[in-house]
């Protein structure tokens, strides 16, 4: 059963305070790895997707890498307007089709 | 991607009724899913909708609570059954593109069970 953990639960940072959002994954293939940033109240948006380890990609202030077990979110010199929660999930080769397994996201917070 | 909408956004609904909630692609799609988000928790699916075919249904959601249709590769239809306060959730519909793995996600139903 594909599996994924996030930490921390939540992070409240100072506007320009960089972190890192961690990603651990357990799954018995690797399709894919996929970030989200969801605000209250709507739906997940779609940040990233990561195929396999020592991929990166990037995106204004945010910076997703992937190794074996674990993916980052690295948030460089964030801004209030960055706060929302921040998903992760896997798709793994077992299972459903397409299924996503979510982690239960980390809730960002960037004071002014 | 895709734009994804769905009716209603939100709704408060009696306990021992039903709400069917709409769900429309601007563009064709093999893959529907349907998510549910309960209160501060993270998304889980109910079921693939598939096309022309019977939905795919969890382990631990039927379909007599969540029946599903799918009648084109557009539009699909989530119904939740005699509702409890325990359906109160946030409904979430998502499509996975043809050409990659993404999925994307509706603005989600955001139901209230009384």
């Known amino acids: 059963e594909d599996q994924v953990t996030q930490s921390p639960e939540a992070l409240r940072l100072q506007e320009g305070e960089s972190s890192s959002l961690n990603c651990s994954y357990t799954?018995?293939?690797?399709?894919?790895l996929f970030w989200y940033r969801q605000d209250p109240g709507k739906g997940p948006e779609f940040l990233f997707t990561l195929y396999s380890a020592g991929e990166e990609k990037e995106k204004e202030r945010l910076k997703a890498t992937l190794t074996k077990k674990e993916s980052f979110l690295h948030i460089t010199a964030p801004k209030p307007e960055d706060s929302a929660t921040y998903l992760c999930a896997v798709q793994g080769v077992s299972g459903s089709a397409r299924q996503l397994t979510f982690g239960s996201g980390t809730q960002l917070t960037v004071l002014p | 991607s895709a734009v994804i909408s769905q009716k209603p956004s939100r709704d408060i609904c009696q306990r021992g009724t039903s709400l069917t909630i709409q769900c429309q692609v601007d563009?064709?799609?093999?893959?529907m899913f349907w998510y549910r988000q309960q209160p501060g928790q993270s998304l889980t699916l109910i079921a693939t909708a598939n096309q022309g075919s019977e939905a795919t249904y969890e382990s631990g959601f039927v379909i007599d609570k969540f029946p599903i249709s799918r009648p084109n590769l557009t539009f699909s239809t989530l119904t939740v059954s005699n509702m409890s306060p325990e359906d109160s959730s946030i409904y979430l519909c998502s499509v996975g593109m043809d050409s990659s793995y993404e999925q994307y996600f509706g603005p989600g139903t955001r139901l209230t069970v009384t």
């Open positions: 563009s064709q799609v093999t893959m």
């Open positions: 799954v018995s293939g690797l399709r894919g």
